[in-house]
């Protein structure tokens, strides 16, 4: 079976609120032994389920993590594609504010860190080779559509549209390990106005 069709299986046989439950356990245990020390035990210790209970509706802890990374970049998604704002350079913000994340941000934080650990795995796993790049591919195309945009009305300069988009989700990518992992916060504020003046650079 592909990565894709594992991925659509897991989510269509398991009821919404089911897997809502599930999903929500396998992040609070991934968060709190990540994904090398992660057993269904630890799984079913964050859920009203019990171990055989997470079995009769997923095959394997890799499934439940699918699930999860399914969820997530559901989650993730929606925080691009919603935005608030109007205008490429408003909105282009605003997606920054919303990838680098806030410390504070404890579910929001825990999450990324969750995913940043299913990252370093994926080299080795296929299973989680496909939900995470259909995570990283969601992100890059929404920046890289707000660039572009901001090209054609006049409100950027000509720019590598996709490389500028991939600079910009590296930076909060690469922000999730050293910020919110080591809980390095004297580098928040700083590394925040440096996305603002990325952006300033842009301007026409």
């Known amino acids: ?3 894709c069709s594992l991925s659509k299986l897991v989510s269509e046989s398991v ?3 089911t897997q809502a439950e599930i999903t929500n356990a396998v992040r609070k245990a ?12 630890k799984i079913a210790a964050e859920s009203s389920k019990t171990e055989a209970g997470l079995y009769y509706h997923y095959d ?6 699918v699930a999860f990374l399914d969820s997530a970049t559901g989650f993730l998604k929606r925080q691009l594609k919603e935005l ?5 350079e408003a909105q282009l913000r605003e997606a920054c504010d919303r990838l680098f994340v806030k410390l504070e941000d404890e579910p929001q934080r825990r999450t ?11 080299p080795y796993n296929e299973t989680l080779q496909g939900p995470l790049l259909e995570l990283e591919s969601s992100n890059l195309e929404v920046l890289q559509g707000i660039v572009e945009d901001g090209i054609e009305q006049g409100v950027f300069r000509e720019v590598d549209a996709r490389g500028v988009a991939a600079f910009l989700l590296a930076a909060a990518s690469g922000s999730t390990g050293f910020y919110l992992a080591l809980e390095m916060e004297e580098i928040g504020a ?5 996305a603002t003046s990325y952006i300033d650079s842009l301007r026409v």
């Open 1 to 3: 079976m592909s990565k």
């Open 15 to 17: 009821p919404t609120d």
């Open 30 to 41: 991934l968060a709190k032994h990540g994904y090398a020390r992660l057993t269904t035990a």
């Open 60 to 65: 394997s802890k890799d499934a439940m993590v």
């Open 84 to 88: 608030e704002a109007t205008g490429p």
């Open 112 to 122: 990324n860190i969750a995913v940043m650990e299913l990252l370093s795995h994926a």
């Open 190 to 194: 700083p590394l925040h106005a440096q």
